[in-house]
């Protein structure tokens, strides 16, 4: 595993699931967390508990200058941003295209998609400074599956993996480190709208076969260090039992 120390890790989505996991996992391998999320009370709550080695900035990812004033707060506090994990998203609206909310189904666009470019918008110019740093994009199996009653999530993870190639295109050969992470099924609060909706077969699916939110959290540190740099430019899945292997969880 990359040594971490004294990092400091910017999480996007991080008031639960994946991304509370993974400020656990990257404070407990050395680094700083900067948190964001729009739920104040939760990520203060998990700052506290995490101690000085955690910041908590509210920020709703859709609107650029609070992610970019995010990022300053971070900079600020310990020095530099040397990751960036665009992991905040949302699954609404589960509803086939002629039923779905035009509102809701932009909402998902601007955090799932967009919500992506703003992090990597203000992260660049600070990385580029420092001379390098690593963007990771939490995506999804379902950036290229058609998925019934998913079409704005499929469509705007489809989307930031597209950019998270660009963002290689772009800047892998001025040290910015660009790379997604498909993490498979996962128990978190994602999951149980899902199973709510009753809608496509993932919601069928029983919750035991969901992984811990702590597999991708572990995952993305793993993705930090060189071991991870053949897929630069793409995905790496957390259901490749090789990708498993190498990050040390599950069977
Ligand atoms: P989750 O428990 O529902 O957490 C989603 C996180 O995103 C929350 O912290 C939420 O915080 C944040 N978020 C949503 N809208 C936001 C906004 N506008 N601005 C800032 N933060 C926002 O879901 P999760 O399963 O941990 O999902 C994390 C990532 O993993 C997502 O990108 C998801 O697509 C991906 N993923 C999940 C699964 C799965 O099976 N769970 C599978 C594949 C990919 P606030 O509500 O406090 O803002």
Redesign the pocket.
Known sequence: MPDMTAKTVVI????????AAAARVFVGAGANVVL????RD?IAELAGEIGPRALAVP????RYWEVEAALGAGVAAFGGIDVLIS????IDPIADVDAADPEVWGQAID??LK?VFHGAHAALPLMLQQGGGTLIT?S?GAAVNPIEGWSAYCAS?AGAKMFTACLHTEYGARGIRALGL?????A????REIKKSGVNAISQLDWSV?IP?EWPAQALIWMCGAAADPWLGNDISLRDPEIRKAVGVGP
Do not use: Y
């Open positions: 996007t989505g991080a008031s639960r699931g994946i991304g964001l999320a729009r739920d939760a920020c709703d990812v859709t992991n905040a998203g949302v955090i799932n919500g939490v999804s993870k498909s993490p498979g099924t996962v978190t609060d994602m999951q969901h939110p």
